[in-house]
Structures are given as structure tokens and as C-alpha cells.
């Protein structure tokens, strides 16, 4: 396949998309949304076509795996979508000057949007709605684990786009190879967003090799701190959550941290881990706290490469922590600025610890399992971003519309 040319079409229906109203979007979407649980069959068909070809024990194989469940859930995520309002020409501003003329902010589309994404097929619904209700034009760069899927999605897709007349092309699947990834990359005038989603590693790809704006959506090293005013009661079945939920995601807790004064609590605190066989690397005061109490068999020492690791599994570390200024600080040092939490009943703790943390998502006696653009009422996500420049955090529609000024007058010139 021709990328370039792919890239060239799907640039072209941007302009398409402009025409269609809100209201044809949001039949667009319920439409879809229909549709895949019409071909559910076909679609879990080609999916299990991807699982055969990854190991089980691949921490990927879970977000690969399709199942009805989770396109029952794909599915309504997308109707969700269509309810909500439209991002677009929306007045963010407006003032009068002097000489009498309106200058107002306003709302609208980037244009072409690249979305560069690992073993995530569900990543294709979430993307295309979101794109397709804030105007934008989706280019889906997948990897070559989750092809089959994809191709899958996007056959569902292009059926309901067809049938109502709309260009193909505001959904655009390039080829999985890498070689697809780098035109992408430097497609400078025909794509102008790239959002990756996926691996440290893929990010740093992209992030060194683009040569269109992005917006990096990081690694998850989540962190819980169970304070010494925490509520062990609250704490157990956060820290369980956060841990055991999905080990896959990024927002999963990677460390715990314990103030030494809540060392005793610390066997309560994990005990329904071990229903879940996760590994947990204790540095040694924890390591004695729990030994005993915590089959030892998944009971380890903290190494060199404890702290700062982003799991994806069932393993987390664990830190002793002397005080809540040590635990900001251990955040600040290992984190991946993603989602943090502090389990605490002391107010000054609260506010200290989500001053002090530097994070798109802090939490107070809430799992980080959450921070998610469904959770957050955003009806889907594009992805969590990491980073401090235009959007953080669970980033849906309002992060994908960039705004332009629109200026009127009544025959103005300037003077000088």
C-alpha cells in the first residue's frame, strides 16, 4: 500500500468532514456502535487470529484480547460519546476593542489526527469516535500484534461510513509495518497531530523522530502512599484494586509506599494480593513485616530496579517511607508524572501530598484505577497525556480541538 497516497486521501476528507453537522455525527457513532456488536462474531474470529501468535504470559495479551464483554463496553463507550456536546465552535473568548472591532476565540478541529498505538485494539473505536466527534480525520497507525483486529474494526467502521455516504478516509488504517510509521512521522502538511500510545520505548521513537507536533501519552509508574494517619480499612482494597484490576493498563500501581509507623498494618494491607499470586519486592523492613504472613514464595527484595518500573504484570514494589516530604519526594523521583494516591484521614497529608506531587492524576483515598476518560465522564479516551504542554491527563474531546480568532469589524484600518 501506497502510504503516502493513504495520508494525501485522508488530508483530503478533512475538508469533507467540516460539512457534516453534529447531529449526522452523532447517527454516524450509534450506527457503529451497532454495528460492531452486529459482527461480534466475525470480529472475536479475527481477533483470536491475533492471541494465537502471542505467548499468553505477554503482558500485551491481555489488552490484545477481545472479548463480548469488552465490545459490549467499546460499543456503549462510543454511544456515550454521541451524547455528549460538541467541542466545536465554541466561543472561548470574545472581546470588543476600541475601534469597535469583535475579536473572539473559537473552537475547531486540528485537521488530521496520527495515532500511533501498540496491541490495543480497542484503541481503534476509542480514537475514531473521538475524532470523528470533535471534526478531526483519524490516521491509525497499529502494530502488526493486533492486525487482524484492526482490520477488523475498521471494516465495521468503513461499512456504516459507506452506507451513509461519508468518505472512508476520515478513518484511515495504514499498514502495520515500521516503515509506515516513519512517512508518518515526517508527514509534515498532511497530518497534523501525532498521539502515540504505547511502550517507553515506542514513545521515545516517536518523540525523537517525528517531525510533526505530538503529544506524549507516558509511561505509567503509578505510586499508592499509605500515610501514617491512612485508614487500612480504605487502604486494603485500593491498594488491591489499583494492583489486580487490569495488570496491563497504565494506570496499575507499580509501588506502594508505607510510613514506618504503619509497618504492623502492612500483612492486612497485602493479604488479598496473594489471592492474585503477585510478586512483591520489599525493601527490608517491609520484607520482615511481611515475612510470614505473605507466601514466600512471592515474597522478594527490592533491587536496583524496583523503584522506577512500570510492572504491566502481577509484581509491585514496596518502600518504607519516614515521612510524607520522603514519600513526595520518591513520587517526584521514580514517577512517570501519570497517576499517584495518597491514603490518608489527615486533611494537611491530603493537600501537602497533591501540592507537592507532580502528576496529571493525584488521588486521595481513590485508586488510580480510575484515572481512565470513561471514569473521568469523558465518554472515551485518546489517551493519557504525561506531558505539561496544551492537555494532561485523560485527554477526549476538548483536548483534541485546537482554536482559531475570529475578527470582524465595520472598515477598520489601522493607523500605524
Known amino acids: 500500500m501506497d502510504v503516502m497516497n493513504l495520508l494525501k486521501d485522508a488530508s483530503e476528507a478533512s475538508s469533507f468532514l467540516s460539512g457534516i453537522s453534529d447531529v449526522e455525527i452523532n447517527h454516524l457513532l450509534i450506527q457503529i456502535a451497532d454495528e460492531l456488536l452486529a459482527n461480534k462474531d466475525m470480529i472475536l474470529t479475527e481477533n483470536s487470529k491475533d492471541l494465537v501468535l502471542m505467548d499468553v504470559a505477554n503482558p500485551k495479551y491481555d489488552r490484545l484480547k477481545l472479548t463480548e464483554d469488552r465490545l459490549q463496553g467499546i460499543a456503549d463507550d462510543m454511544k456515550n460519546v454521541a451524547l455528549l456536546p460538541s467541542p466545536l465552535d465554541k466561543v ?127 509511561a505509567g509508574v503509578c505510586h499508592t502512599y499509605f500515610d501514617e494517619d491512612g485508614d487500612k480499612e480504605k487502604g486494603m482494597p485500593i491498594i488491591t484494586n489499583a494492583k489486580t484490576r487490569r495488570v496491563s493498563v497504565c494506570n496499575s500501581l507499580d509501588c506502594l509506599l508505607v510510613h514506618c509507623k504503619r509497618l504492623m498494618d502492612l500483612p492486612y494491607l497485602c493479604d488479598k494480593l496473594k489471592d492474585s499470586n503477585v510478586i512483591i519486592y520489599a525493601d527490608e523492613a517491609a520484607y520482615k513485616a511481611l515475612e510470614g504472613s505473605y507466601p514466600a514464595e512471592l515474597l522478594e527484595y527490592t533491587t536496583e530496579s524496583s523503584f522506577g ?16 516530604q520522603e514519600a513526595v519526594a520518591h513520587i517526584n523521583k521514580y514517577g512517570s508524572k501519570h497517576s499517584e494516591c495518597i491514603v490518608s484521614e489527615s486533611a494537611d497529608a491530603v493537600r501537602t501530598f497533591q501540592r507537592g506531587v507532580d502528576a496529571a492524576c493525584v488521588y486521595a483515598n481513590v485508586s488510580t484505577a480510575f484515572t481512565d476518560g470513561a471514569q473521568f465522564g469523558f ?34 484600518v489601522r493607523d500605524k
Open 92 to 218: 472561548l473568548s470574545e472581546a470588543v476593542r476600541p475601534n469597535g472591532m469583535t475579536i473572539r476565540k473559537v473552537s475547531v478541529p486540528f485537521g488530521v489526527i496520527g495515532i500511533i498505538y501498540e496491541a490495543r485494539p480497542n484503541v481503534t473505536f476509542d480514537v475514531f469516535s473521538l475524532c470523528l466527534k470533535s471534526g478531526n480525520v483519524c490516521v491509525l497507525k497499529g502494530g502488526s500484534d493486533a492486525d487482524f483486529s484492526n482490520k477488523a474494526l475498521v471494516k465495521v467502521i468503513h461499512t456504516v461510513l459507506e452506507r451513509n455516504n461519508v468518505k472512508k478516509e476520515v478513518c484511515t488504517l495504514l499498514p502495520p509495518e515500521r516503515t509506515a510509521t516513519d512517512i508518518l512521522l515526517k508527514a509534515v502538511g498532511l497530518v497534523d497531530l501525532i498521539i502515540p500510545r504505547g511502550s517507553a520505548s515506542l514513545i521515545s521513537y516517536v518523540v525523537e523522530n517525528a517531525r510533526i507536533p505530538i503529544i506524549e501519552t507516558g
Open 309 to 324: 518500573m512500570e510492572f504491566l504484570d502481577y509484581k509491585m514494589s514496596i518502600r518504607t517511607i519516614d515521612s510524607l
Open 379 to 412: 465518554g472515551a479516551e485518546i489517551g493519557i497525556s504525561t506531558q505539561k504542554a496544551h492537555a494532561r491527563g485523560p485527554m477526549a474531546l476538548q483536548e483534541i480541538t485546537t482554536y482559531k480568532y475570529i475578527i470582524e469589524g465595520n472598515g477598520q
